[in-house]
């Protein structure tokens, strides 16, 4: 380069061409999890291979969580995972389930798998008071 200064054959043989992640043989972002940690100042200093191990657990987790998920919604018929395959994976998985506390989970948003509504006459009353926002 022309604005640094000259670079001795070793200082370029120990430069990597290759990512961390691809070193570790990972597809989650070892950079990416390093500046997390870093950021977030959990500790002063910490190890050159904790984010690699960080990153390796990411992957690990979301492999297992996806691999359920996409048996229950292969079994439900549908190409996609929803939401709410994600939450019955947390749910049925013990290991899932422990580690990732799906109870503090269930009623949050429409995660929930719905129920299918059976064709019946409606029994609300739409008629009445109004309600006004606060």
């Known amino acids: 380069r022309p604005g640094s200064p000259p670079e001795s054959s070793e200082a370029r043989g120990k430069r990597s061409r290759f990512s961390r992640s691809s ?13 997390q940690l870093r950021r977030g100042r959990f500790a002063g200093r910490f190890a050159a291979r904790a984010p690699v191990y ?3 657990v990411l992957q690990c987790v979301t492999h297992k969580a996806l691999d359920v998920a ?24 013990s290991q899932l389930h422990k580690l990732l506390q799906a109870d503090v989970l269930r009623n949050r948003g429409r995660a929930v798998p719905r129920r299918r509504r059976v064709a019946s006459p409606s029994t609300k009353k739409t008629a009445g008071t109004k309600r006004r926002c606060p």
């Open 23 to 35: 070193r570790a043989g990972l597809l989650f972002p070892v950079s990416r999890v390093d500046g």
């Open 54 to 56: 960080l990153a390796a």
């Open 70 to 93: 996409g048996k229950i919604a292969k079994r439900s018929k549908q190409q996609r995972i929803a939401p709410a395959h994600l939450q019955m994976a947390a749910q049925k998985s």
